[in-house]
C-alpha cells in the first residue's frame, strides 16, 4: 500500500440485525469500522457465522445496515436512492463462494457474462457483446470456444473463472470475493488466486477477501481484519498480524498454522475451551470473554474499543490498554 492510502470504502459503526422466524435478534454485524484502501486486499478471516457474509454484503448494500453508515468514494450509499446508487453498484462486484449456485444452469456462458454488459447498456449490440465476453474469456483462462457451453460441462475451478469474468466484465473498482476457493479442490485454489492476484495488478483493483484458511489469506492480502461474532477484533497489514497477533483470538486462529510462533503456539492451546457464543445472546462486555484464558473482570463487563498500537495495528483487546 501507498505512504498515502485513499479510502475507497469506509463502515462506520454498521450493525446487521436479522430477526429469525421465532422473533429471535441475530446481531450478526455489531458496531464496525472498518476502511478499505484503493489498490489493497484486505482479508476477512474468522469462524464460521461469525458475520463475514453478512458484513460484506452490508458493504456493498446488498444488505440494508440494521444501524450506521457505508461511504464509497467518499459518498454516503447508506440511504441513497436506488436510482443515483446504480452508477456505483457497477463499481462493486461479488465473486461468490459456490459457482454451481452463483452460476444459471440454464444459460450459456456467453449470457452469463454478458448480463451486467446488457444491464448497463455498455455494448452497442450483440457483435460487440460477445466480442466483450470473448475477451473476457481470455483475459480469465477459459478457452473461447466454450462460449455456448453450459456451466455443468466445466469444472469447479473453470467455473469459478465465469463468475469471475461476470464480476469483473464492468471494469469494477472494489472486487468482494466471498471464500472464492473455499469449494474448490486444493491443486485448483492457487491458479484461481493466481489469477485474482493478476487481474487485480491488470484492472487496478481494490479487494476485500473473505476466507477462513489462513495460508490461502496469506497468499492474497495486504491487510489483514480477524472478526469474532460480529466485531473485528483485530486488523493489521499481513505480515505484522502473523508475525506479532496480538489478540488471543487471532493468536489461537494463527496456532493452528505451522509458521505461528512456537512460544504462542503453547501458550494459546488453552484457548480452545469454551464454546463460541450465539450471536442471538451476545456475551456482556468483550465478545470473546467466554473464551478467554486471560479475561479479567473488565473484560466480562465492558466491551474493548479498537486501539492503534501503531504501524496501522489495531486491537480491540483490554490486555493491551
Ligand atoms: N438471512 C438471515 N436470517 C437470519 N439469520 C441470518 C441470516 N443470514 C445470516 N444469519 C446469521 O447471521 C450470523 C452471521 O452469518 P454469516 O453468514 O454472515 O456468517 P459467516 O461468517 O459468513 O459464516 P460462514 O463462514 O459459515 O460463511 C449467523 O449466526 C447466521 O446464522
Ligand atoms: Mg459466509
Known amino acids: 500500500m501507498s505512504d498515502n492510502p485513499v479510502p475507497l ?13 421465532k422473533k429471535q435478534v441475530v446481531h450478526a454485524v455489531s458496531g464496525i469500522d472498518l476502511t478499505i484502501y484503493e489498490g489493497e486486499t484486505l482479508a476477512l478471516v474468522g469462524e464460521s457465522g461469525c458475520g463475514k457474509s453478512t458484513l460484506a454484503r452490508t458493504l456493498i448494500r446488498m444488505l440494508a445496515p440494521t444501524r450506521g453508515h457505508v461511504f464509497f468514494e467518499g459518498e454516503d450509499i447508506t440511504g441513497m ?17 459456490d459457482p454451481y449456485a452463483s452460476l444459471d444452469p440454464r444459460m450459456t456462458v ?31 483462462g477459459v478457452p473461447e470456444e466454450f462460449l455456448y457451453r453450459y456451466p455443468h460441462q466445466f469444472s469447479g475451478g473453470q467455473r469459478q473463472r465465469i463468475g469471475i469474468a461476470r464480476a469483473i466484465a464492468l471494469d469494477p473498482k472494489l472486487l468482494v470475493c466471498d471464500e472464492p476457493v473455499s469449494a474448490l479442490d486444493v491443486s485448483v485454489q492457487s491458479q484461481v488466486l493466481n489469477l485474482l492476484k ?10 476485500l477477501f473473505i476466507g477462513h484458511d489462513l495460508s490461502v489469506v496469506h ?20 505480515e505484522e498480524l502473523y508475525q506479532h497477533p496480538v489478540h488471543p483470538y487471532t493468536r489461537f ?32 462486555g468483550c465478545c470473546f470473554h467466554t473464551r478467554c484464558p486471560f479475561a479479567s473482570d473488565l473484560c466480562r463487563t465492558k466491551a474493548p474499543q479498537m486501539k492503534d498500537i501503531g504501524d496501522g495495528h489495531m486491537v480491540a483487546c483490554h490486555l493491551t490498554m
Open 198 to 207: 493478476k487481474l487485480k495488478k491488470e484492472m487496478n483493483l481494490t479487494s
Open 81 to 97: 436512492p436506488e436510482k443515483e446508487f446504480k452508477p456505483i453498484r457497477r463499481k462493486m462486484q461479488m465473486v461468490f463462494q
Open 253 to 284: 486462529l494463527l496456532d493452528a498454522i505451522p509458521q505461528a510462533d512456537p512460544h504462542l503456539r503453547d501458550e494459546s492451546r488453552s484457548l480452545i475451551s469454551g464454546e463460541t457464543p450465539s450471536p442471538v445472546n451476545m456475551p456482556s
Open 219 to 238: 497468499f492474497i492480502a495486504d491487510r489483514v481484519s480477524v472478526m469474532f461474532l460480529g466485531r473485528i477484533c483485530e486488523t493489521a497489514p499481513k
Open 9 to 21: 470504502l469506509t463502515a462506520k459503526d454498521l450493525y446487521k440485525d436479522f430477526l429469525t422466524s
Open 110 to 140: 456467453r449470457d452469463i457474462i454478458a448480463e451486467p454488459l446488457k444491464t448497463y447498456h455498455v455494448c452497442r449490440g450483440k457483435a460487440e457483446v460477445t466480442a466483450k465476453v470473448r475477451e473476457l474469456m481470455g483475459k480469465v
